[in-house]
Structure formats: structure tokens, C-alpha cells
């Protein structure tokens, strides 16, 4: 059985601190990672897709790493906002199958 | 442009009735998946198309849950004589293809067993 972990399952920040989530994954038959962010009542967003071990991608202020052979993702988020209040959710694809397995989320919550 | 749309958003059905779920995918995307979120967890796989052609329901909980997709656009989750252990949200997402990495999600609908 595939398992995708997050950590924390909860998180609390105060406006202007940085944050960071980890999501770790099996190593094994690694295809893709992908992180998404989800707002309530709306449809989760792609943040990232990563494939490479060590890639880094960034958007604005947030930024994710990658290494697949421990089998972890880092996303940071740096000076956090109240808009970044939302579940963030990580998913592994492996190279035998098109589903996507996810983790079960991180919630932000940042505070004015 | 449009993004994938779900509807209804929310469902309440009693205990025993059928329910069934629409999805409309981003137009010219050939593959369409299913996701079941219950609460606190992450979305779990349910089922998987490549055009009309149901490739993978391996996620599938039991044979109460059927999904369709016959022109390869519109895709349908239907739930047959619901249980309460049924509620959650049901995710659809549309990808362009195999080979291609992004599955576009739509918002998901709620549905809730009494």
C-alpha cells in the first residue's frame, strides 16, 4: 500500500511569518509529486508538478523542493497572508499508474 | 477559460436513495478522474477515463458506486441505495492526456447521508 505522508496535519502563523510542510512519499517507482492548495468551498489549485530530484520551483512566495530518493517535498511559504489560509495538499504519482495519491492536507491558517 | 464544473455543489440524500453526481470537464480533455474526500483525510482515487473508456475503477468502494462517461465529455458518479459511510466530497478532475502531468479539479460536490 502506497502512503503519502503531512506534516503538521495543522498549522497557525501570525501575518508575516514563514512556514514550512513536508510531504513524504515512497521512494520506490517514483513518477511525479505534485502539491496543490485548497481553498474552502473552491477547487483545489495547482501549485507545483515536480519530476526531477532536487528540482526547486517557485511562485511569488512560495517555493517547493524536491528529493526523490528519501522520498520528501518541503514547501515553503515566506511572509505569509491571511489569503494563504488553506489546506495544502500534497500527491504522489507513481510510474505504473495515472491516479494521483494524496496525502491528507495541511491546514494554514495565518492571522491578521 | 471554463474550468471543470461539478453540480450539484451540495447533496443531502436520506439513507437508501440514489444519488447522481455530474461532471463537466475542461473542454478537449480526454482523461477525466474521480476522488472521494472524506472528512479529514485526503482524496482517495475512485475511478479513471481515457475518453468513453473506463481504464481503471480499481477505487471503487463497492459495486453501489457505478461511473459513465459515454460521449467522452460529461462524466456521471452514480451512487446506488446510499449509506451514511458515503458521505464526503467527490472530486472531478480533467487532464489533456496521458503523457501530460496537470489534473484540473473542479470545486466538488458535498453530498451528505442522513
Known sequence: ILNVEQSPQSLHVQEGDSTNFTCSFPSSNFYALHWYR???????????V??????????????????????????YIKGSQPEDSATY???????????????????????? | GAGVSQSPRYKVAKRGQDVALRCDPISGHVSLFWYQQALGQG????????????????GLP????????????????????????????????????LAVYEQYFGPGTRLTVT
Open chain 2, 62 to 97: 463497492s459495486d453501489r458506486f457505478f461511473a459513465e462517461r459515454p460521449e467522452g465529455s460529461v462524466s456521471t458518479l452514480k451512487i446506488q441505495r446510499t449509506q451514511q459511510e458515503d458521505s464526503a466530497v467527490y472530486l472531478c478532475a480533467s487532464s489533456k492526456g
Open chain 1, 38 to 48: 485548497w481553498e474552502t468551498a473552491k477547487s483545489p489549485e495547482a501549485l507545483f
Open chain 1, 50 to 75: 515536480m519530476t526531477l530530484n532536487g528540482d526547486e520551483k517557485k511562485k511569488g512566495r512560495i517555493s517547493a523542493t524536491l528529493n526523490t530518493k528519501e522520498g520528501y517535498s518541503y514547501l
Open chain 1, 89 to 112: 495538499l500534497c500527491a504522489f504519482k507513481t510510474d505504473s499508474s495515472y491516479k494521483l495519491i494524496f496525502g491528507s492536507g495541511t491546514r494554514l491558517l495565518v492571522r491578521p
Open chain 2, 43 to 58: 482524496p482517495e482515487f475512485l475511478t479513471y477515463f481515457q475518453n468513453e473508456a473506463q481504464l481503471d475503477k480499481s
